[in-house]
Structures are given as structure tokens and as C-alpha cells.
T-cell receptor, first 112, second 111 residues
Framework: GAGVSQSPRYKVAKRGQDVALRCDPISGHVSLFWYQQALGQGPEFLTYFQNEAQLDKSGLPSDRFFAERPEGSVSTLKIQRTQQEDSAVYLC??????????FGDGTRLSIL | TQLLEQSPQFLSIQEGENLTVYCNSSSVFSSLQWYRQEPGEGPVLLVTVVTGGEVKKLKRLTFQFGDARKDSSLHITAAQPGDTGLYLCAGEGQAGTALIFGKGTTLSVSS
């Protein structure tokens, strides 16, 4: 498809487990962003890549969160030792320049 | 820290009514964007405003950027049930990369 693709769409994990969320950006898009969206709230910035370089990770809430984009296209957001407060929708966005950003439909993560 | 305050948080109206959603900040933004998000989907860009005082129209939606580029409004004329959704304003951060989002306005239009 032509849009940003995220997988899985839904992920249920037990507290303490590690999870990996995948983002396939629009082909050719240099910039890639991860956001976290709590229920009924606006998205909050997590991290930003330009090609394979992670230029800003100031929004990552703890060292349990790790993101990579090794070849400058697909990106993975990994959360280690998940906790209940990690439950949220994780959105990925890509763009040619920083703006405008095109969003995927997100991964809804539930930690039991 | 740059923050965007949106109001109202919830709005429930009848079809045909007009409404305005506000997005305010104490910070200056180089641009401001409005998104609409439906349940289970990602935000979809409606408009970007860049110049202070700018007004943009998208069918029944009118967007305005404040003269000082600190605030914006979205006005919907004759709302329809299809307008139902979460409306988000977002400003470019100081680094000009990540978006800073407001908490959103949940709009429900009933027929």
C-alpha cells in the first residue's frame, strides 16, 4: 500500500514481557517518528529518525524503550520488561521533510 | 516547554449547528496543523497554517492562525454526523521536527 503500515495492529502482553512494534514508512520518506497516544489524549512524541540516524530520543519515557531504523526504512520500537502504564496506542509517522507527517493506524498495546 | 491547550475537550451537538474549537499556547509556533482522528485509525492531516493571521477554508471547515502565531481555531459550519471524531491541533516543536499535540477535542454530531 501507499501509506504507513504498522504491525501488529493489536498486541497483548503480560507485565514483564518484551514487545517489538514495527513500522513500514512510505517509500522514500527520510523522516520517521514514533508517538505514544493514551486513550482520549493527543499523541506524545517519543523519538525521531532521519534515515538511519536517531536524531532525537528525548521523548522516550525510560531506558526500557528502544527504537532502531538500521537501514533507513523499516523501524522497530522495542519495550523491555513492559509495565501496565505502557498500555497505549503507538503511532508511527513518516515524511519527506519533517512536515507534513503521514501517520499509520497505530499498534494498540495492552499490558495485563 | 511548549504546550498546546485545546478547548473544549468534549463537544456534543446536533446536526446543522456551528462550532468552534480553540488551540492556545504561550509559545510561538512556526506552523500549526489540524488533524482529525477516527477510532482505530491514525490522525489525518486537515490543514497546515504558517503565516500569522492566515485563514484557510476546507469546505465547511475554517481554520485561523493567530496574528502572533500562538493560537489557532477551527470553525465548523452546519456540522454533519460525518464530522464526528477527535480533532487535534499540533505545532512544530522548537527543533522543527517533532509535533507537539494538544489533548484533542472529541466531537460528536448527532442527527
Amino acid at each position: 500500500g501507499a501509506g504507513v503500515s504498522q504491525s501488529p495492529r493489536y498486541k497483548v502482553a503480560k507485565r514483564g514481557q518484551d514487545v517489538a512494534l514495527r513500522c513500514d514508512p512510505i517509500s522514500g520518506h527520510v523522516s520517521l517518528f514514533w508517538y505514544q497516544q493514551a486513550l482520549g489524549q493527543g499523541p506524545e512524541f517519543l523519538t525521531y529518525f532521519q534515515n538511519e540516524a536517531q536524531l532525537d530520543k528525548s521523548g522516550l519515557p525510560s531506558d526500557r524503550f528502544f527504537a532502531e531504523r538500521p537501514e533507513g526504512s523499516v523501524s522497530t520500537l522495542k519495550i523491555q520488561r513492559t509495565q501496565q502504564e505502557d498500555s497505549a496506542v503507538y503511532l508511527c509517522a513518516s515524511s519527506l521533510a519533517p512536515q507534513p507527517q503521514h501517520f499509520g493506524d497505530g499498534t494498540r498495546l495492552s499490558i495485563l | 516547554t511548549q504546550l498546546l491547550e485545546q478547548s473544549p475537550q468534549f463537544l456534543s451537538i446536533q446536526e446543522g449547528e456551528n462550532l468552534t474549537v480553540y488551540c492556545n499556547s504561550s509559545s510561538v509556533f512556526s506552523s500549526l496543523q489540524w488533524y482529525r482522528q477516527e477510532p482505530g485509525e491514525g490522525p489525518v492531516l486537515l490543514v497546515t497554517v504558517v503565516t500569522g493571521g492566515e485563514v484557510k477554508k476546507l469546505k465547511r471547515l475554517t481554520f485561523q492562525f493567530g496574528d502572533a502565531r500562538k493560537d489557532s481555531s477551527l470553525h465548523i459550519t452546519a456540522a454533519q454526523p460525518g464530522d464526528t471524531g477527535l480533532y487535534l491541533c499540533a505545532g512544530e516543536g522548537q527543533a522543527g521536527t517533532a509535533l507537539i499535540f494538544g489533548k484533542g477535542t472529541t466531537l460528536s454530531v448527532s442527527s
